[in-house]
Structures are given as structure tokens and as C-alpha cells.
């Protein structure tokens, strides 16, 4: 059974950066591919990135276009999300998702959530 952890969380301020990591454990084959989803107080929860197995398809959404950045390091079975330029709106619990596939299924529920890790972002 895949279990994730996310960390790296805590309070950082607008206009600067933070970087999670997401640790995938437990599954023993390989070509999965993870994703970053977040949910804000009252709100529904959002996609933020994705990377494939071999890290070279990355899809992001439209809220963190071009401050995000989601790459792969596959010796740890890790994944980062490199968040610059931070805006208020960036608070929210940050959470990993596993899919079985190569290429993240956006269209498909992940079956498979880490814990939650959250993100503050001040003024």
C-alpha cells in the first residue's frame, strides 16, 4: 500500500519562496506519477501540479503558472513543489496524490492522498 508524507510546510511571506516534498513509500512498482492538490478554508480542494514518472511531462494549474515549479527525484521517490512569488491566496493545506500511471490522470480521483501539510502565507 503507497503511503506519502508531505514536508516542508510553515509560514512564509509575500513575494517569497517555499519548497515542499513529497515522499511516495510503499509501492513496489515504479512509473507512478504525483501530484499536488491544496484546499484553502471554505474552498474546494484545487489541483496545483503534476510531473510524470520520468518528470519531463508537468502540467500546472492556472492560479500558479509560472511561480510553481514541480520536478521529480526519483533516488528518494520524492517530489518538490518550488513556490515562489508567494501570494496571500497560496494558504491552503498542500497535499500530495499517487497515481498508479505514468502520466497523472486529472480526469480520475487519486486513490491515494498524504496527510495534508499546511502553508501560511503573511503579509
Known amino acids: 500500500q503507497v503511503h506519502l508524507e508531505e514536508t516542508g510546510g510553515g509560514m512564509v511571506e509575500v513575494g517569497g519562496s517555499l519548497t515542499l516534498s513529497c515522499t511516495a513509500s510503499?509501492?513496489?512498482?515504479?512509473?507512478?506519477?504525483l501530484a499536488w492538490f491544496r484546499q484553502a478554508p471554505g474552498k474546494e480542494r484545487e489541483f496545483v501540479a503534476a510531473a510524470s514518472w520520468t518528470g519531463r511531462n508537468t502540467d500546472y494549474g492556472d492560479s500558479v503558472k509560472g511561480r510553481f515549479t514541480i520536478s521529480r527525484g526519483y533516488a528518494e521517490n520524492r517530489m518538490y513543489l518550488h513556490m515562489s512569488s508567494v501570494k496571500l491566496e497560496d494558504t491552503a493545506v498542500y497535499y500530495c496524490?499517487?497515481?498508479?500511471?505514468?502520466?497523472?490522470?486529472?480526469?480520475?480521483?487519486?486513490?491515494?492522498w498524504g496527510q495534508g501539510i499546511q502553508v501560511t502565507v503573511s503579509s
Open positions: 510503499g509501492y513496489t512498482s515504479t512509473n507512478y506519477a
Open positions: 496524490a499517487f497515481d498508479q500511471v505514468p502520466v497523472f490522470r486529472l480526469w480520475v480521483p487519486p486513490g491515494t
